[in-house]
């Protein structure tokens, strides 16, 4: 199922992109909850009744003039890996790490498809990163490896925008003051659940700007896989449904070009990964 999450005078519905429309998954079934982290939290029987409701369909959305946000708007965590492409480590002259390198953004920062990356006016060095986000199906904590992939309810496009003079030229290196300016990480426009993504070690991600392609590599790069990432982090919190795990990003970003490549206002940002669709944003 594809999972969207519509911006109504109602507030935020949980809907599923189905036969060219966006069906409001509550109105059709009033025993839905009208959140997909809500409706994830059900596991696989809300799946179930969530297709089943398909059928009766009573409240749908055009997509020509829906308004997306993110299609989890409301996760409790949003956790991101750094590093994760060899050879983007390679070409930001960093190590490849031996774990996971981990930080953070705020929900705050989410944006959905369509939506405007907003260019903070204290920052010269807005950089782009196209990343697989996955997002968590079931609660769990101190998860084996072997069950991992059993705890990711589906995945979605993300663009990991990010700030590299708050990120890098700060004291510390502030990784979370770069990475979390408001609308600094749009993802969507849908959430593909598990079962309709075959392997999701094996997917082409590519970032264009205006149209020129500035990333083209694949999942298949990852230094650490989701299995992986997933026992890693769960030995530090508990993972609960909802939860977006962006997984890093592949070579060809902005500050590793001669010259380097900074995003501004009027330029256009595509994320595109095989089965998962294209996420395009303005910049202003
Ligand atoms: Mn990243």
Same mark, same amino acid.
């Given at each position: 199922?594809?999972?969207?999450?519509?911006?109504?005078?109602?507030?935020?519905?949980?809907?599923?992109?189905?036969?060219?429309?966006?069906?409001?998954?509550?109105?059709?079934?009033?025993?839905?909850?009208?959140?997909?982290?809500?409706?994830?939290?059900?596991?696989?029987?809300?799946?179930?009744?969530?297709?089943?409701?398909?059928?009766?369909?009573?409240?749908? &959305?055009?997509?020509?003039?829906?308004?997306?946000?993110?299609?989890?708007?409301?996760?409790?965590?949003? !956790?991101?890996?750094?590093?994760?492409?060899?050879?983007?480590?390679?070409?930001?002259?960093?190590?490849?790490?031996?774990?996971?390198?981990? =930080?953070?953004?705020?929900? #705050?920062?989410?944006? %959905?498809?369509?939506?405007?990356?907003?260019?903070? #006016?204290?920052?010269?060095?807005?950089?782009?990163?196209?990343?697989?986000?996955?997002?968590?199906?079931?609660?769990?904590?101190?998860?084996?490896?072997?069950?991992?992939?059993?705890?990711?309810?589906? &995945?979605?496009?993300?663009?990991?925008?990010?700030?590299?003079?708050?990120?890098?030229?700060?004291?510390?290196?502030?990784?979370?003051?770069?990475?979390?300016?408001?609308?600094?990480?749009?993802?969507?426009?849908?959430?593909?659940?598990?079962?309709?993504?075959?392997?999701?070690?094996?997917?082409? !991600?590519?970032?264009?700007?205006? %149209?020129?392609?500035?990333?083209?590599?694949?999942?298949?790069?990852?230094?650490?896989?989701?299995?992986?990432?997933?026992? &890693?982090?769960?030995?530090? =919190?508990?993972?609960?449904?909802?939860?977006?795990?962006?997984?890093?990003?592949?070579? %060809?970003?902005?500050?590793?070009?001669?010259?380097?490549?900074?995003?501004?206002?009027?330029?256009?940002?595509?994320?595109?990964?095989?089965?998962? %669709?294209?996420?395009?944003?303005?910049?202003?």
């Amino acid at each position: 199922m594809r999972l969207v999450t519509v911006q109504t005078e109602q507030g935020p519905r949980a809907c599923a992109a189905w036969q060219g429309r966006y069906i409001d998954l509550n109105a059709a079934d009033s025993s839905l909850p009208s959140s997909v982290k809500a409706l994830l939290a059900l596991g696989h029987e809300g799946l179930k009744r969530a297709q089943l409701a398909l059928a009766t369909p009573k409240i749908t &959305y055009d997509p020509a003039n829906a308004r997306l946000l993110a299609p989890v708007p409301d996760p409790q965590k949003i !956790i991101c890996m750094g590093l994760n492409y060899r050879d983007h480590a390679a070409e930001s002259n960093m190590a490849i790490p031996d774990e996971p390198v981990l =930080f953070s953004k705020y929900a #705050s920062a989410l944006i %959905g498809h369509g939506e405007t990356i907003r260019l903070p #006016s204290v920052s010269n060095e807005v950089d782009f990163e196209a990343e697989l986000v996955f997002v968590i199906g079931k609660r769990g904590r101190d998860i084996p490896q072997s069950e991992a992939m059993s705890y990711v309810g589906g &995945y979605a496009v993300g663009h990991d925008v990010s700030a590299r003079d708050w990120q890098l030229n700060k004291p510390g290196k502030q990784w979370m003051a770069g990475k979390t300016f408001d609308t600094f990480a749009p993802i969507g426009p849908e959430l593909v659940t598990s079962d309709e993504v075959a392997d999701p070690h094996n997917l082409r !991600i590519q970032l264009r700007l205006n %149209g020129q392609t500035m990333q083209d590599s694949n999942t298949s790069q990852f230094i650490f896989r989701i299995d992986e990432a997933i026992a &890693y982090i769960s030995q530090i =919190f508990t993972l609960e449904p909802g939860d977006l795990v962006f997984t890093g990003t592949p070579p %060809g970003v902005g500050m590793a070009r001669k010259p380097q490549v900074w995003l501004k206002p009027g330029d256009v940002a595509e994320v595109e990964i095989d089965g998962l %669709g294209v996420l395009r944003n303005p910049v202003a």
